[in-house]
C-alpha cells in the first residue's frame, strides 16, 4: 500500500515581520497542530501548498516521526508561498516551471495599464517518488489562482459590482490558464504508455464540477460512478480520474467558505490506478474555520484552513 495526500497548510511562514508570519508560540502551536495531523494520516508521499519558507517545512519535519525528505517549488507568487512535498519515499526533481502553454497567449490579469502574465502566479512542481517494492509514481503538485479575490491597492472589497466582475473574470483567466498548463505536464507524463502511474494533486481552487478542473481529466467520459467506468477505450491512456467521487459524502469538503462547505483539494489519477480502487478521505480531525473575503483573518490559528485529501493506494507489483 502507498498513501498519497495532498493539503494547503495555511501561509507556513516561520516567525518574523511580513505578512502572514507569526509570533513564535503562534508558529510552535501550529506546527504541533500540523505534526499530529500528519502523523495521524501517515502519509508516504504529501504534497503541500502555502509554503512561505521552505525551512519551515525544515520545523515541521524535525517535529514528524521517521525520516522524511522534502522538496519546494523555486517559484511563488508575489506572497511568497510556493507548492511542495514531504515524503518518506525518495524523491526526483522532473520539473519545476511557471510556464504556460506555448500556443496560449498571455492574459489579463488587472485592470490596464498593467501588463499581460505570460506565466503562473506559482510555480507547478514535478516529481518522480520511488516505490519500496520497486517502480516509480509521477506526482504532478500545484496551486491554482484563488477564488478569492484581491483589488488594485491591496483591497479585499471592489469599487463597485463592475470591479468586482472584471476581477472575477481576471481571476477565472488565470485559473483557467494554469490548469491548462498542469494538463499538459500530465499529458507529457502519461504518453509514454497506459501502465504510467500519475498523479496529480492540489489546491484547485475550484470544485470537481468546475470547468477548470475538469480541463484536468483530459478525455471526457469514463468518470467514477458512471456507467462508462467499467469499460476501457482509447481515451483510458490519456486520462485522469478524480478521486473525489470516493470520498464519503459526510467529509466530501476541504474548505468552508462563507459557511458553505467545498470540496476544492483534489486528487486526480492515471488508469494504472484505480484498480483496486483507493480509499480516500478528508480528513477532518479538527474544525475548520470558514474563511471570508479577509483572507488573513485565520493565521494566527493552529492548523490550517483546509483539511487534507489522503488516498490509499494497493499497488500491483
Not at 472584471?166 to 502519461?190: C, I, K, N, P, S
Not at 481515451?235 to 485522469?240: P, T, Y
Not at 483539494?265 to 480502487?277: E, F, G, K, N, R
Request: glycine residues 10%; charged residues 20%.
Amino acid at each position: 500500500m502507498v498513501v498519497i495526500g495532498t493539503w494547503n497548510l495555511e501561509n507556513l511562514f516561520r516567525p518574523g515581520d511580513g505578512d502572514g508570519r507569526p509570533d513564535p508560540a503562534t508558529y510552535d502551536a501550529k506546527l504541533a497542530a500540523l505534526r499530529d495531523t500528519i502523523t495521524a494520516i501517515g502519509p508516504d508521499v504529501l504534497a503541500v501548498q502555502e509554503v512561505g519558507d521552505p525551512e519551515a517545512l525544515d520545523d515541521l519535519i524535525a517535529r514528524l516521526p521517521g525520516e522524511w525528505h522534502r522538496t519546494c517549488s523555486d517559484h511563488p507568487d508575489g506572497r511568497g508561498i510556493r507548492v511542495g512535498f514531504l515524503s518518506r519515499l525518495p524523491l526526483t526533481v522532473v520539473a519545476d516551471t511557471v510556464a504556460l502553454p506555448a500556443k496560449l497567449a498571455p492574459i489579463q490579469i488587472a485592470d490596464p495599464p498593467a501588463p499581460l502574465s505570460g506565466e503562473l502566479g506559482r510555480g507547478v512542481l514535478t516529481v518522480t517518488a520511488a516505490l519500496a517494492g520497486g517502480g516509480t509514481l509521477t506526482l504532478i503538485t500545484c496551486h491554482l489562482k484563488s477564488k478569492l479575490l484581491s483589488y488594485p491597492g491591496n483591497r479585499f472589497f471592489p469599487h463597485g459590482e463592475d470591479e468586482r466582475a472584471r476581477y472575477g473574470a481576471y481571476a477565472l483567466y488565470r485559473r483557467t490558464a494554469e490548469a491548462a498548463a498542469v494538463r499538459e505536464l500530465a499529458t507529457a507524463a502519461l504518453e509514454p504508455g497506459e501502465g504510467e502511474r500519475v498523479i496529480v494533486l492540489g489546491d484547485l481552487n475550484d470544485e470537481a464540477a468546475a470547468a477548470t478542473t475538469q480541463i484536468l481529466s483530459g478525455p471526457p467520459g469514463s468518470e467514477i460512478g458512471t456507467g462508462g467506468f467499467a469499460r476501457d477505450d482509447a481515451g483510458d491512456r490519456l486520462r485522469l480520474w478524480n478521486l473525489a467521487a470516493l470520498i464519503p459524502d459526510a467529509e466530501r469538503y476541504s474548505r468552508i467558505n462563507n459557511g458553505r462547505r467545498e470540496l476544492i483539494d483534489h486528487i486526480l489519477v492515471s488508469h494504472a490506478l484505480l484498480a483496486p480502487l483507493p480509499e480516500v478521505h478528508a480528513v477532518h480531525d479538527y474544525d475548520l474555520p470558514s474563511v471570508t473575503e479577509q483572507p488573513a483573518a485565520h493565521v494566527s490559528k493552529p492548523g490550517s484552513d483546509h483539511a487534507p485529501v489522503v488516498a490509499t493506494f494497493t499497488l500491483a507489483g
